[in-house]
Nanobody
Framework: RPQLMQSGGGSVQDGGSLRLSCQAS????????MVWFRQVPGKEREWVAA???????????WYVNSVKGRFAISLDNAKNTLYLQMNSLKPEDTAMYFC???????????????????WGQGTQVTVSS
């Protein structure tokens, strides 16, 4: 059974940076999506960044508008680890962050959390003003 193990996160000041990691094991699909979501108490889980990887290793990435230009999703295939580099953090980025893995829709990724069966355990990111 695929497993996703998260690390990183923590507390930073407004404008600071953090990097989240999500190490995958047991996931053998040749075409897949890996996505970062975040959730604050009382609100729905929202997607933040997504990456599609194809059979030949081709990749596509997408970002929610609120993080474009500040966050970067990347994948180290040798380490089976997905990253989310978060720069210029804002207090509104404060949330529990989750990584998820699942099948693509064509060459794109679902952005609804209920389309994903495999999840990391979550890691808290707190940005103070």
């Amino acid at each position: 059974r695929p497993q996703l193990m998260q690390s990183g996160g923590g507390s930073v000041q407004d404008g600071g940076s953090l990097r989240l990691s999500c190490q995958a094991s047991g996931y053998s699909d040749s075409r897949y999506c890996m996505v970062w979501f975040r959730q604050v108490p009382g609100k729905e889980r929202e997607w933040v960044a997504a990456m599609f990887t194809g059979e030949r290793g081709e990749q596509s990435t997408w970002y929610v508008n609120s993080v474009k230009g500040r966050f970067a999703i990347s994948l180290d295939n040798a380490k089976n680890t997905l990253y989310l580099q978060m720069n210029s953090l804002k207090p509104e980025d404060t949330a529990m962050y989750f990584c998820a893995a699942g099948p693509p829709v064509g060459v794109a990724c679902f952005t609804e959390p209920n389309e994903y069966n495999y999840w990391g355990q979550g890691t808290q990111v707190t940005v103070s003003s």
